[in-house]
T-cell receptor
Framework: KQEVTQIPAALSVPEGENLVLNCSFTDSAIYNLQWFRQDPGKGLTSLLLIQSSQREQTSGRLNASLDKSSGRSTLYIAASQPGDSATYLCAVRSQGDNAGNMLTFGGGTRLMVKP | DAGITQSPRHKVTETGTPVTLRCHQTENHRYMYWYRQDPGHGLRLIHYSYGVKDTDKGEVSDGYSVSRSKTEDFLLTLESATSSQTSVYFC?????????????FGPGTRLLVL
């Protein structure tokens, strides 16, 4: 059974810092890995999707990398801003799932960027 | 934003009562999902649908049933609500068999079972 872990669970940084969020998964047989953002009381917004054949994806100040063989992904946020404060979730789509397109989510990293 | 709405957005109910949550999409996407989000567990798949009247179980399906009579609507029913079903419920949609693209999530429904 796939398990996804995110470390740290919470992170507080001053504005302007570059930061890295970590995601690890136990089964490397995946189709893809996604990073989502969740604001308090809101749904999830997809940030980046990395296919299993890719090593990284970039969108603006965000860069996500994938090392499938080691079961790790990182989300790099450059020049953090208070508006980046949210919970960041990673999710993997495993190849061996019986339940259709089940995404397995990590517990999330709650990020606070202080002005 | 993907056109996904959930109703109700908040609900308080009593143990043993039936509850139905509705997800409505305007994107004409084939796949629809129900997740629950709980502290310490992240999001977990309850049921999903791959077409009208085509549904299947997810990771935590016990105590829940679903129905999809139209492409745009996916209903989640708690036949007899229990306190352990207090959670935030999210609906999601995707266009084709995901392995290729992302899922889009609705705003969520907060359910409290007393």
């Amino acid at each position: 059974k796939q398990e996804v872990t995110q470390i740290p669970a919470a992170l507080s940084v001053p504005e302007g810092e570059n930061l890295v969020l970590n995601c690890s998964f136990t089964d490397s047989a995946i189709y893809n890995l996604q990073w989502f953002r969740q604001d308090p009381g809101k749904g999830l917004t997809s940030l980046l999707l990395i296919q299993s054949s890719q090593r990284e994806q970039t969108s603006g100040r965000l860069n996500a990398s994938l090392d499938k063989s080691s079961g790790r992904s990182t989300l790099y946020i450059a020049a953090s801003q208070p508006g980046d404060s949210a919970t960041y979730l990673c999710a993997v789509r495993s190849q061996g799932d019986n339940a259709g397109n089940m995404l397995t989510f990590g517990g999330g990293t709650r990020l606070m960027v202080k002005p | 934003d993907a056109g996904i709405t959930q109703s109700p957005r908040h609900k308080v109910t009593e143990t043993g009562t039936p509850v139905t949550l509705r997800c409505h999409q305007t994107e004409n996407h084939r796949y629809m999902y129900w997740y629950r989000q709980d502290p310490g567990h992240g999001l977990r798949l309850i049921h999903y649908s791959y077409g009208v009247k085509d549904t299947d179980k997810g990771e935590v399906s016990d105590g829940y049933s679903v129905s999809r009579s139209k492409t745009e609507d996916f209903l989640l029913t708690l036949e007899s609500a229990t306190s352990s079903q207090t959670s935030v419920y999210f609906c999601a949609i995707s266009e084709s068999f995901p392995g290729q693209e992302t899922q889009y999530f609705g705003p969520g429904t907060r359910l409290l079972v007393l």
